[in-house]
């Protein structure tokens, strides 16, 4: 590779890892920085370079104060953008701390050497969440192209229990399932599966399979245990369970209290359907999995949320919450 070559490709890397509108580089220094990379450079040829990375689309600019020199002014990501990135794999509990040191280096070259630096000086990760499964990028690569060709996966899948000398024991076993949608709720990645045992969905946890295998066994269609047909839609699916609990979806009427309503609009989207309205409380129609997960979110919310209708989910209701006051109450 000739020296032109050699110092247009250094030049383009010098920009985007060295400058920014707090760090700029007058022509003496860059100069000065690709001598001592070995490679020479007049000034002449370099505002020419600078000329034509300009027209290959960088935003450099020439600016006289509050000091004389060139900078890179705009980027792929700004820095915000690079910082909500850098939180959501800092904060995914899925994401091994290994693999998330490394995600966040990667995540962090989008900006210049100083921004990444004090980005990554305010980033805090909380390793005691962190699970250790360090198959976790070979196990979704796995997924996301059986999904794709539409073929069964076979995977070990762990979960723990109480051992008789009562110490948490880890159990494994060994699953064949059609997949469906990779979905993060709560904190976790999950795989929407099918069980060929069962007329219904499954939820597994990526972070607790191991020894993904995509097998050639076409999968069983999702239409057969599911209400969707051409097309499996994981975001409305994800916007009806609660917690990743699966059960049936029915249409639930709620009397909630009227300071509820941002959160059942956030809960559960603008399309709920409000019957009617007064000065203390609103009644909305809803979809929803009433399973384990929509009972809970119930109770947590004593008398500011009521279930009203379907009469045998408030049977179930009344049930749950009757044997919450046993178990407080006076023994």
Request: proline residues 2%.
């Amino acid at each position: 590779m000739n020296n032109g070559k050699r110092r247009l490709i250094a030049l383009a890397d010098f920009f985007k890892t060295k400058t920014d509108e707090e760090h700029i580089y007058s022509a003496s220094q860059i100069i000065e920085y690709l001598l001592e990379n070995g490679i020479e450079a007049e000034r002449k040829a370099l505002y020419s370079d600078i000329d034509a990375l300009k027209l290959a689309g960088y935003d450099i600019v020439s600016t006289r104060s509050p000091k004389a020199g060139f900078f890179l002014a705009s980027r792929d990501f700004e820095e915000a953008e690079v910082r909500l990135m850098i939180d959501a794999v800092s904060a995914a509990k899925f994401i091994t701390v290994k693999k998330t040191d490394a995600l966040v280096n990667k995540i962090s070259s989008l900006l210049s050497e100083p921004q990444a630096k004090k980005l990554k000086s305010q980033v805090y990760v909380d390793k005691g969440h962190k699970r250790k499964n360090e198959e976790i990028y070979y196990t979704i690569d796995t997924l996301h192209n059986a999904i794709a060709k539409r073929q069964k996966v076979k995977f070990v899948y762990s979960n723990l229990s109480v051992s008789d000398d009562l110490k948490p024991v880890l159990n494994e076993r060994e699953f064949t399932v059609s997949p469906y949608a990779l979905i993060w709720s709560n904190d976790h990645y999950y795989l929407v599966c099918n069980n060929a045992n069962y007329d219904n969905l499954m939820h597994a946890r990526i972070d607790r399979m191991k020894s993904v295998t995509c097998t050639n066994e076409s999968w069983r269609h999702f239409s057969e245990v599911c209400d969707y047909k051409d097309s499996f839609d994981s975001a409305d699916y994800a916007g009806k369970l609660f917690n990743m609990f699966s059960g049936t979806v029915q249409t639930v009427t709620l009397r909630c209290a009227n300071r509820f309503l941002e959160e059942i609009v956030e809960r559960f989207g603008e399309n709920i359907r409000i019957s009617s309205r007064n000065a203390d409380n609103f009644t909305a129609e809803i979809n929803v999995v009433t399973g384990e997960g929509f009972l809970s979110w119930l109770l947590q919310h004593g008398n500011s949320v009521e279930l009203l209708r379907p009469a045998q989910l408030r049977a179930v209701v009344a049930q749950r919450a009757a044997d919450v006051a046993s178990l407080y109450g006076n023994k």
